[in-house]
């Protein structure tokens, strides 16, 4: 059983930025990040393959969002720049047994418990 932890969140100001990273108990495959807003259902930010060659990001965070990875730390980071009140929402770490990154939570295997992103003035 894969147990994954987050870390990183907080309060900023839009325009700022924040960098979350997920902590896993072992190896993993594609992993991913995914967010939910209040009464929103949880959607994909982005994800990376085991080798971290193959990144996809939702068009929500395109050009402000990086995702990478550290295989030998078993950890899986967010680079989250120009932050905006919309980005507001608590953010998942996933990973799966396979190596294909999927934009969809029923893909994914295994998830931390989030942290929460609060982006206000």
């Known amino acids: 059983q894969v147990q994954l932890v987050e870390s990183g969140g907080g309060l900023v100001q839009p325009g700022e930025s924040l960098r979350l990273s997920c902590a896993a108990s072992?190896?993993?495959?594609?992993m991913a990040w995914f967010r939910q807003a209040p009464g929103k259902e949880r959607e994909f930010v982005a994800s990376i393959s085991e080798a971290g060659g193959l990144r996809r990001y939702a068009d929500s965070g395109k050009g402000r969002f990086t995702i990478s990875r550290d295989n030998a730390k078993n950890t899986v980071s967010l680079q989250m720049n120009s932050l905006k009140p919309e980005d507001t929402a608590v953010y998942f770490c996933?990973?799966?047994?396979?190596?294909?990154?999927?934009?969809?939570?029923?893909?994914?295997?295994?998830w931390g418990q989030g942290t929460r992103v609060t982006v206000s003035s």
């Open positions: 072992e190896r993993t495959f594609a």
């Open positions: 996933a990973a799966r047994t396979m190596n294909i990154p999927s934009t969809s939570p029923i893909s994914y295997q295994y």
